[in-house]
């Protein structure tokens, strides 16, 4: 099996829920990192999700919830999380409280 290891997505998050990955077919990841950073001169809130293969975004499957994020500032979240595709893929979705203030990356590793 090949391990590939690179930033697995980057979005700007809306107020609504955005796609930053799916993991792709016949393959499985592990997210080492979310980094998420507040461009903006206010507090900003983040939410992520992670769904399991079926699983929507609610709270239920939220890693990080309604975190509040500083003025310019870069929060790390060093997780581990192991996702999959067999068929139906796995994905993580970040939310910002405020349009366009949030940025969001995911670093890990691909196997295939």
Do not use: E, R
């Not at 980057?10 to 080492?32: E, K």
């Not at 950073?37 to 900003?44: D, E, G, L, M, R």
Request: net charge neutral.
């Amino acid at each position: 099996m090949a391990t590939t290891y690179s930033i697995l997505g980057q979005t700007q998050a809306a107020t609504s829920a955005t796609l930053l990955y799916t993991v792709p077919s016949s393959t499985q990841a592990v997210i080492s990192s979310i980094v998420l950073c507040n461009t903006t001169t206010s507090a900003a809130t983040a939410t992520v999700y992670c769904n399991k293969a079926g699983t929507t975004n609610t709270a239920a499957t939220a890693i990080v919830y309604q975190q509040t994020i500083p003025a310019l500032t870069t929060q790390t979240y060093t997780l581990g999380i192991t996702m999959t595709n067999g068929g139906t893929a796995d994905t993580l979705y970040v939310q910002s409280g405020t349009a366009s203030a949030i940025t969001a990356t995911a670093f890990g590793s691909q196997i295939q």
